[in-house]
């Protein structure tokens, strides 16, 4: 019996492993500029450990237009950025 429950815990553990890795790492950053028009943004940004770069000011676009609405010039956002289609864009704002 005891052989089967760490049999399974070892599996779960297995099974759970892959899903952290995909686990959305936010950063921290100020809104320099917004071209909602363009669909882009000016971002000063810490370190983007996901894409392997460190803190600097860059243009992202941004994935959907309900992302727009909670982006302000000024504002200090947590966001997560990531590639799509060999471009670099904002995924998420909290």
Do not use: C, Y
């Amino acid at each position: 019996m005891k052989t089967i429950v760490r049999i399974s815990v070892a599996a779960a553990f297995l099974l759970a492993a892959p899903f952290g890795a995909f686990a959305q790492e936010f950063t921290k950053g100020t809104v320099k500029k917004l071209d909602a028009a363009a669909k882009k943004v000016t971002i000063i940004h810490e370190e983007l450990k996901n894409l392997d770069m460190p803190a600097m000011t860059m243009v992202f676009r941004v994935k959907d237009d309900a992302l727009l609405a909670k982006l302000k010039e000024g504002a200090n956002i947590e966001f997560v950025a990531e590639r799509a289609d060999g471009k670099l864009v904002v995924a998420q704002v909290k």
